[in-house]
């Protein structure tokens, strides 16, 4: 029974399909609202998240990196996926998180980056450590 106000879940009660095998070794689906299975794999994977951004924060505050590799772990990305969103090579991306190197970037490519992790240019160059962009809203 699904208390008020509470999620049940990651489907929030919604029915999820999945598929059953039968007897003869064919498929089928079937509704289910036994959302167990799922819990538990998203339990584990928010885990290595909030683990790979423990680290990465770690490693900024030990200064062996740049404030970016925290924005990438709490925002789900790697460099690939931060030098496409940014317009600009992967190679360039993986190097601004060399904290000398990011300290001297350009201030229209800090305001870009401040720009994708909604945080304030000057924010970001101090190395302040902010919520993920999902967590902020529109």
Same mark, same amino acid.
Request: net charge neutral; glycine share 10%.
């Given at each position: 029974?699904?208390?008020?106000?509470?999620? =049940?879940? !990651?489907?929030?009660?919604?029915? #999820?399909?999945? %598929? @059953?095998?039968?007897?003869?070794?064919?498929?089928?689906?079937?509704?289910?609202?036994?959302?167990?299975? !799922?819990?538990? !794999? =998203?339990?584990? @994977?928010?885990? $290595?998240?909030?683990?790979? !951004?423990?680290? &990465?924060?770690?490693? $900024?505050?030990? +200064?062996?990196?740049?404030?970016?590799? %925290?924005?990438? &772990?709490? =925002?789900?990305?790697?460099?690939?996926?931060? @030098?496409? %969103?940014? +317009?600009? &090579?992967?190679?360039?991306?993986?190097?601004?998180?060399?904290?000398?190197?990011?300290?001297?970037?350009?201030?229209? #490519?800090?305001?870009? %980056? @401040? +720009? #994708?992790?909604?945080?304030?240019?000057?924010?970001?160059?101090?190395? #302040?450590?902010?919520? &993920? $962009?999902?967590?902020? +809203?529109?």
């Amino acid at each position: 029974m699904m208390d008020e106000g509470k999620i =049940n879940g !990651v489907s929030e009660g919604m029915p #999820l399909i999945q %598929y @059953a095998v039968e007897g003869q070794g064919q498929c089928r689906r079937v509704e289910s609202t036994d959302t167990s299975t !799922v819990d538990v !794999v =998203n339990r584990q @994977a928010w885990e $290595v998240i909030e683990r790979e !951004v423990v680290t &990465a924060r770690a490693r $900024v505050v030990a +200064g062996e990196a740049s404030v970016l590799l %925290y924005y990438m &772990a709490v =925002n789900q990305m790697d460099p690939s996926l931060l @030098a496409k %969103y940014m +317009g600009i &090579a992967r190679w360039r991306v993986k190097r601004h998180l060399k904290p000398g190197v990011f300290l001297k970037l350009h201030p229209e #490519l800090l305001a870009g %980056y @401040a +720009g #994708l992790f909604k945080i304030g240019a000057d924010d970001l160059r101090q190395g #302040l450590f902010m919520s &993920a $962009v999902y967590e902020k +809203g529109q």
